[in-house]
């Protein structure tokens, strides 16, 4: 059984930056799609940006579009979202998620392993 662990959440002021981490370990497969997903209080889960397995391709929501960037190291197992020019609008629990396919997908139902979450938290 694989697992995921999600690090480097926190409180922000609007504006700044936030880097979070994702790290696989157990039975996780380097050659699947990642992603990271968040939830606001009171609202779903949105997608928030997929990236395929090599990295070479990547998809954004458009409201992160311009200001996050999600990388992997399937060396290390590990994946990552730059958070940048931060609004409160952003403000929610953040799970990276691993695929049941190569190339990314905006479906959570493609996702077959997730972490527990990590908060972030930006005040205006």
């Known amino acids: 059984q694989g697992q995921l662990v999600e690090s480097g959440g926190g409180l922000v002021q609007a504006g700044g930056s936030l880097r979070l981490s994702c790290a696989a370990s157990g039975r996780t497969d380097s050659s699947v799609a990642m992603g990271w997903f968040r939830q606001a209080p009171g609202k779903g889960r949105e997608f928030v940006t997929t990236?395929?397995?090599?990295?070479?391709?990547?998809d954004y929501a458009d409201s992160v579009k311009g200001r996050f960037t999600v990388s992997r190291d399937n060396a290390k197992k590990m994946l990552y979202l730059q958070m940048n020019s931060l609004k409160p609008e952003d403000t929610a629990v953040y799970y990276c998620?691993?695929?049941?396919?190569?190339?990314?997908?905006?479906?959570?139902?493609?996702?077959?392993?997730w972490g527990q979450g990590t908060q972030v938290t930006v005040s205006s």
């Open positions: 990236i395929s397995w090599s990295g070479g391709s990547t």
């Open positions: 998620a691993a695929a049941r396919r190569s190339w990314g997908t905006r479906n959570d139902d493609d996702y077959w392993l």
